[in-house]
């Protein structure tokens, strides 16, 4: 702690000293101590500016990785067309809509059934009796409501939910009530019996055209399969699809309805990643330097910032441990030969009879403990024998000599044919950060698009291991690198700001201290010439001498 120099002039001019000046210099210097609080305070904060933003950094990220894992995300997304949209126009196809080329012949549509009574004159005329409509009876309404008009009965069958809707036509030759099947299709009939509805202004007895219109099923052809739809809007003829019948199509002629994958918002989604992962980098890079004034970053050297850069290496670069054996036309043909897993030989002629097949050989890797986990699926080409390792690293080293009868089954080391980002046409730069070649993207989803879905989403693969890095490093994860350095960080805070309190009220105390007592002082300085004075005037008057050089 530094001093103060106190100087209260002369101390026999009564001029005294500026107190609140003297307390003020000495509270500075006793508000020294706080200085390296204080700036180690400021530090943290700036700290926790960047820690901030790289959590922004990092969720942008985790959405974009997100999409693309999540079973419904963006790769499930499908797109269609239609050869002929005044004939068929595609509506909906959702994730279960599989990918291929559908040829569709409409031959007729799907009708709603209709039907009309006799015109009466006026919409006013009074009408009584009643009439049974797929049998239940509706009544004309009572006179005493008013209601017993065309309009009234219109709203009684409407009201009595018989899946008919009734409406009031008026035209020149007067107005008629209309009845319409709720439902299309041969399902949706009109079946009006004993019907007594008269116009009591006419004396006229309203007879009912039965179904101008008959209910039928709309008839059309999918890959030659012959099928029927109550509605023209069809759903499930062709699975995950919606579309909408408009028109038929001629005798012989067809229709292209083309389903597949939504290449383009898979193409956007990684774009989005690439830029969100280089603006993260980026932002990392920028705290391993100086300012312009050439103080360092506030996460210069910070280990939180180097066990981030090391996460966000190690999982870009990672290799997905999956790989697939391919070639069999059926799970269960009957296979010969052997794989080797690791240092592992299983021989299909030791397996069981009945299980030396694809089915057979996964059951036995599996009760193997050999790390790896074995499952058969078919992608659409066939079955696969897909193996996934039970630990993260590298890819499998696995060796296939199985033969389906004289074709060999092969082993492919990726998964869906890449194991590494470098399969969707990324590539690693100099500084960290990545680049995206859109021609090989677009040309990998093109022939091998189940591949990059594996990729994504099969376990232990590239996907689902970057996802959990992330997740293991934000801060939205309340033990994340980044959540744990902002806590530590607040606590430091919370003890300094306590500190700085806790001085605070020290120094106000001292000050308040020092202020009464120096206020004292300096009305005793202030006091001196008088009382100097006084004992002049008594030594004159005790000596006869005059002590002062002015009287």
């Given at each position: 702690?530094?001093?103060v120099?106190?100087?209260f ?15 003020s ?38 959405n974009?990785i ?23 126009e ?90 319409t ?14 019907n007594?509805i ?38 499930g ?8 019948l ?20 898979v ?5 989005q ?6 603006s ?10 100086t ?12 280990p ?5 850069q090391?996460q ?11 790989g ?40 036995a890797?599996?009760?193997g403990?050999l ?24 890819p499998?080293?696995?060796?296939s ?10 082993y492919d ?7 590494a ?5 990324i ?23 189940s ?16 996802s ?6 934000g ?40 202020t ?19 004992v ?15 009287g």
């Amino acid at each position: 702690m530094g001093t103060v120099g106190l100087s209260f002039g002369s101390p026999t001019s009564g001029a005294g000293f500026n107190v609140s000046t003297t307390v003020s210099e000495i509270v500075s210097n006793l508000q020294n101590v706080e200085t390296p609080w204080k700036n180690q305070l400021s530090s943290l904060e700036s700290q926790d500016t960047v820690l901030s933003s790289l959590g922004t950094l990092y969720s942008n990220l985790t959405n974009d990785i997100s999409s693309l894992t999540d079973f419904t995300g963006v790769m499930s997304l499908k797109e269609g067309s239609s050869s002929n949209n005044d004939i068929l126009e595609l509506t909906a196809a959702d994730s279960s809509a599989a990918e291929g080329t559908y040829t569709v012949s409409v031959n007729s549509l799907a009708t709603t059934a209709t039907g009309f009574m006799t015109a009466i004159s006026s919409s006013s005329d009074t009408l009584t009796g009643s009439m049974d409509i797929n049998g239940t009876t509706i009544d004309v309404p009572d006179s005493s409501t008013g209601d017993d008009n065309i309009t009234g009965l219109a709203n009684a069958v409407n009201s009595a939910g018989i899946g008919v809707t009734a409406t009031v036509l008026t035209d020149t030759t007067g107005s008629r009530l209309v009845l319409t099947s709720n439902t299309s299709g041969t399902g949706g009939s009109i079946a009006v019996t004993a019907n007594s509805i008269t116009d009591s202004t006419s004396g006229a007895s309203l007879s009912y055209t039965s179904q101008i219109a008959t209910g039928a099923n709309a008839s059309l052809t999918v890959n030659g399969i012959s099928l029927q739809s109550s509605s023209n809007t069809v759903s499930g003829l062709i699975p995950g699809v919606t579309f909408q019948l408009l028109g038929t199509t001629g005798t012989g002629d067809t229709i292209q309805v083309v389903i597949a994958n939504d290449n383009s918002a898979v193409e956007s989604t990684v774009t989005q990643f690439v830029t969100d992962y280089n603006s993260l980098v980026s932002a990392m890079n920028a705290q391993e330097t100086t300012d312009t004034s050439g103080n360092s970053e506030p996460l210069f050297g910070s280990p939180t910032l180097s066990l981030l850069q090391q996460q966000l290496l190690s999982s870009i670069n990672y290799q997905s441990p999956n790989g697939f054996v391919t070639g069999a036309s059926s799970a269960s043909d009957t296979l010969t030969g052997s794989i080797t897993i690791g240092s592992t030989t299983i021989q299909m002629s030791s397996l069981a009879s009945g299980s030396q097949n694809l089915n057979g050989l996964a059951s036995a890797i599996n009760s193997g403990d050999l790390g790896v986990t074995a499952n058969v699926v078919n992608n659409g080409s066939g079955p696969q024998l897909v193996l996934v390792s039970n630990i993260s690293g590298s890819p499998l080293s696995a060796t296939s000599n199985l033969a389906d009868g004289t074709t060999s089954l092969t082993y492919d080391a990726n998964t869906g044919g890449m194991n590494a980002l470098t399969g969707l046409g990324i590539s690693m730069n100099n500084d960290g950060t990545i680049s995206l070649d859109e021609t090989s993207l677009d040309s990998v989803l093109n022939s091998d698009y189940s591949g990059v879905l594996g990729f994504f989403q099969d376990a232990n693969s590239w996907g689902m291991t970057f996802s959990t890095m992330l997740n293991n490093a934000g801060a939205s994860n309340t033990v994340g690198v980044l959540a744990l350095a902002e806590k530590s960080n607040s606590n430091v805070e919370s003890s300094l700001n306590a500190d700085v309190s806790k001085e605070n009220l020290e120094i106000s105390a001292q000050q308040s201290s020092l202020t009464t007592e120096l206020n004292s002082a300096n009305e005793i300085l202030q006091e001196l010439p008088a009382q100097l004075n006084s004992v002049n005037e008594l030594y004159s008057a005790i000596s006869g001498f005059n002590e002062n050089p002015n009287g």
